[in-house]
């Protein structure tokens, strides 16, 4: 019998490739080993699912179990993939300790990323929590939930939540500190500060958002954000998460490197993503920032593909693209390569909508590297252009991020 086409990861890639895959090939063997549970939801609505009123449950779209009946594919879930030779054509998994292999006729990297962590000191630094799954997510629910049954200011959020009086804190709003403003950071914080808590928001820049908005596109962001209640810790650092002490306003104190020490009852890591390339490179794949992929997504290795927050695409430039719509894309063209018909993928131009209801964002930001200059002709439109003075990047803020398309259109004609 021939050899499955074998996914690793049970994310968007994995899971998007396997239902495309199907669309032209219903009967070729398809196995999915993912370390997770393997149910399929929407990443993005992690940062917004308070505003949803949704607990970590309610997040999951389809069970993995209907998932992979549907697509009719083996999922292995709760499995760890510990290593794979691309030329013997064989995987290695671990399940609760139990060691075994499998061969594969194409193999599929969905590996996705990793949250970065920053060296920070205390006795409470193994407390800062991420949220880069379903499972982040879950617990980080669960360490507001906890934090809100020691305060005597419990959220409506939690129904069944019974606050039977201070045990360690003084009463009064659940403190959440977060590290980073970027992205991630900045969803959270609009998130988290509609749903009730008190936020705090550490960066070394000396705004939100730095790296990707014009300056004062970012200026608006960080006014929008602290008129809700957010509160700034630009250019500075958290040096130490500690416990606090007895009757503290919270459970823990968070210093920084200005010299300042703030409560937190919760602590979120949101630096970034570095592309999860640890199966790659033990094989000996080329790897940068992420699974090096040509046009068709090949790896270094023949009949071993990357796509997803894993892998550094030749057809964007050699960028990492950790976003849902490079992964549509690539998809789709990684599934007519596994049908056969070898395909390359077409990026078109895709904006990244931030999910910051204090001030909508639509952002698409020029090429890294790229020579030019911000420029603002009208009310929350940023238009960055080149050197040239072609338009290669543009940001909309507020009601005009309905102008998406024709944006779209004037970056298409610098193409
Ligand atoms: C909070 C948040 C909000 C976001 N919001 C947006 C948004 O609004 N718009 C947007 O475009 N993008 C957004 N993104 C990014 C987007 O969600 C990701 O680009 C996308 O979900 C990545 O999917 P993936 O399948 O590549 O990786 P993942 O979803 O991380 O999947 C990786 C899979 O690989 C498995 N795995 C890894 N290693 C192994 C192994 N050794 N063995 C077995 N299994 C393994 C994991 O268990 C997992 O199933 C957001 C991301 C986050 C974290």
């Not at 129904?159 to 950071?185: Q, W």
């Amino acid at each position: 019998m021939m050899n499955p086409i074998i996914i690793i990861g049970a994310g968007l890639a994995g899971w998007t490739t396997a239902r495309e895959f199907r669309k032209l090939d219903a009967t070729t063997p398809v196995v999915m080993i993912t370390a997770d549970g393997g149910d399929f939801y929407a990443k993005p609505t992690l940062s917004n699912a308070f505003a949803q009123k949704k607990a970590p449950d309610q997040l999951v779209v389809t069970p993995a179990a209907k998932m992979a009946e549907t697509q009719n594919i083996t999922l292995m879930a709760h499995t760890r993939v510990t290593s794979f030779d691309p030329y013997v054509k064989t995987v290695t998994l671990d399940k609760d300790g139990v060691v075994s292999s499998l061969d594969f006729s194409s193999l599929v990297l969905a590996t996705g990323a990793q949250a970065i962590r920053i060296p920070v000191a205390g006795d409470a630094a193994e407390k800062i929590l991420s949220v880069n799954s379903l499972d982040d997510f879950t617990a980080f629910y669960g360490a507001l939930k906890s934090a809100c049954s020691q305060h005597n200011d419990c959220l409506k959020s939690y129904e069944n939540n019974s606050y039977t009086g201070n045990k360690n804190v003084a009463s009064g709003p659940v403190n959440i500190v977060i590290l980073g403003a970027g992205l991630i950071g900045c969803e959270f914080a609009n998130d988290l500060i509609n749903a009730g808590y008190q936020v705090s928001v550490v960066d070394p820049a000396s705004r939100p958002l730095a790296a990707l908005l014009p300056e004062t596109a970012s200026e608006q962001l960080r006014e929008s954000l602290e008129n809700l209640g957010v509160q700034w810790h630009f250019g500075t650092t958290a040096l130490s998460v500690n416990k606090a002490a007895e009757k503290a306003e919270s459970a823990f104190e968070v210093t920084l490197a200005n010299g300042q020490t703030i409560p937190a009852d919760v602590v979120l890591s949101a630096i970034g993503l570095r592309a999860d390339t640890r199966l790659a490179v033990a094989a000996g794949l080329a790897c940068e920032r992420g699974i090096q992929v040509d046009a068709a997504l090949q790896t270094s290795a023949p009949n071993v593909y990357a796509l997803g927050d894993s892998a550094q695409y030749a057809s964007a430039g050699n960028t990492t693209l950790p976003y849902v719509m490079p992964i549509m894309n690539a998809a789709r063209a990684l599934a007519q390569t596994l049908a056969g018909q070898k395909t390359d993928v077409v990026f078109p131009i895709m904006p990244v909508a931030v999910k910051t209801p204090a001030l909508p964002l639509m952002i698409a930001p020029p090429k890294l590297g790229s020579q030019g200059r911000w420029t603002s002709t009208e009310p929350n439109v940023w238009l960055f252009n080149s050197e040239q003075n072609a338009v290669i990047g543009f940001v909309l803020a507020g009601a005009q991020t309905s102008k998406r398309a024709e944006m779209v259109k004037l970056l298409q004609q610098a193409i």
